[in-house]
């Protein structure tokens, strides 16, 4: 069972536009949840992260907005470039429990020149 | 400083034939992770080691599958009798104090 679900799968953008991935989960006992951008061939890397007492954080071009209630979390990447063509994968991590991420299934995100 | 690395880049097997994957987590991470990716899905938790404490064993598929961490430092995934469904790229990551999972570029496998 997906305790991260994550959409669209795919997503093209034009340079300059708004890139907005989503996420939601059911397990209320998950309390931090970063995003994590992969390169072809190379391993996750982490972007941003967000801890549920917070409602949104902002790094750069890259947001998160949380919705605790609705249990929803996205990432906006803002004036999206050529070289944020990557997959992206949200994620989350249990209060208490082995610090192991349970992973969304990933975003491929092209953005078009 | 280095990063996460791992090796071999690339392994193709024959069914039937047992594997071994090997990762060095970053100098002092005392947490280690076992993830699997494989095509169009996201990364699947197979294994954590945390000090010298007992490894979290809940992710691993089968009981094929089996880690150790030397020395709270190596580690190395074994993959025994190895499946076509094993195909996958395995992730290794470490974390220290702050949490946070660094990520190695990982290990194609592939089971013909």
Not at chain 1, 60 to 71: H, M, Q, V, Y
Not at chain 1, 102 to 109: K, M, Q
Not at chain 2, 68 to 76: F, I, L, Q
Request: glycine content about 12%.
């Amino acid at each position: 069972q997906q305790q991260v679900k994550q959409s669209p799968q795919s997503l093209i953008v034009q340079k300059g536009g708004i890139s907005i991935i989503n996420c939601a989960y059911e397990n209320t006992a998950f309390d931090y949840f970063p995003w994590y951008q992969q390169f072809p061939g190379k391993g996750p890397a982490l972007l941003i992260a967000i801890r549920p007492d917070v409602s949104e954080k902002k790094e750069g071009r890259f947001t998160i907005s949380f919705n605790k209630s609705a249990k929803q979390f996205s990432l906006h990447i803002m004036d999206s470039q050529p070289g944020d063509s990557a997959t992206y994968f949200c994620a989350a991590r249990m209060r208490g429990g082995a610090n192991n991420l349970f992973f969304g299934t990933g975003t491929r995100l092209t953005v078009i020149p | 400083g280095a990063g996460v690395s791992q090796s071999p880049s690339n392994k193709v097997t024959e069914k039937g034939k047992d594997v071994e994957l090997r990762c060095d987590p970053i100098s002092g991470h005392t947490a280690l992770y076992w993830y699997r990716q494989s095509l169009g899905q996201g990364l699947e938790f197979l294994i954590y080691f945390q000090g010298n404490s007992a490894p979290d064993k809940s992710g691993l598929p089968s009981d094929r599958f089996s880690a150790e961490r030397t020395g709270g430092s190596v580690s190395t995934l074994t993959i025994q009798r190895t499946q076509q469904e094993d195909s996958a790229v395995y992730l290794c990551a470490s974390s220290g104090r702050g949490g946070e999972q660094f990520f190695g570029p990982g290990t194609r496998l592939t089971v013909l």
